[in-house]
């Protein structure tokens, strides 16, 4: 295998997008708190995090829109969990400090 095409430069780019988006402070730690608690609500992320909730709800969409997030609604709460299979991989050597 030849060193130029180690990496599809179609799966750099997706990758390189999705670290952007994931790599603000405020969007990792949100992530790693979505993981550490399973499924939290976003009054349990602004308040652990201690951020107002616009804060809070602009870093969501984000991370939303970019389709790393999803979030269900259950009674009268938005429930928010990580989709995306490399950031869920990602954030999970996070939180159990396992990164290579």
Known sequence: MS??????DEMIEEI?????????????KLLCLIHHQGEPCVTNLWTCLGESQPVISQ????????RIVDSTV??????????DPFILNLVSKIVTKKVD
């Open 74 to 83: 259950q009674g009268n709460k938005r429930i928010y969990t990580i989709v």
């Open 3 to 8: 060193d130029d095409k180690a990496c599809a």
């Open 59 to 66: 870093h969501l969409a984000v991370l939303k829109e970019n």
């Open 16 to 28: 390189s997008r999705k670290l952007k988006v994931c790599g603000h402070p405020v969007r990792l």
